[in-house]
């Protein structure tokens, strides 16, 4: 099993950064996939940003050029870098894990952009 913690949200005025933390421990294999998602009051919950373990990222269109999806690969740790926040990305943001035969979900941290 692999246990997952998130860290780093909160309330940020619009224009504002946050930096989110998803920590993985237990039984982490070499090679994995993190990926953060969010969901807002009412609606269904989007993919945001992805990062394997070669490296290779990719970004919800809402979000390019202001996210930043990383990973530290010896803290089994990934980060998403927000910038410019907008109130529209207001959401609960959860952490996905995924490697051969485990699909692992974080409990979620929320963010608010509000002013």
């Known amino acids: 099993q692999v246990h997952l913690v998130e860290s780093g949200g909160g309330l940020v005025q619009p224009g504002g950064s946050l930096r989110l933390s998803c920590a993985a421990s237990?039984?982490?294999?070499?090679?994995?996939?993190m990926t953060w998602y969010r969901q807002a009051p009412g609606k269904q919950r989007e993919l945001v940003a992805g990062?394997?373990?070669?490296?290779?990222?990719n970004y919800a269109d809402s979000v390019k050029g202001r996210f930043t999806i990383s990973r530290d690969n010896a803290k089994n740790t990934v980060y998403l870098q927000m910038n410019s926040l907008k109130p529209e990305d207001t959401a609960v943001y959860y952490c996905r894990f995924v490697q051969s035969g485990l699909d692992a979900w974080g409990q979620g941290t929320l963010v608010t952009v509000s002013s």
């Open positions: 237990g039984n982490v294999f070499s090679v994995y996939a």
């Open positions: 990062i394997i373990s070669g490296g290779m990222s």
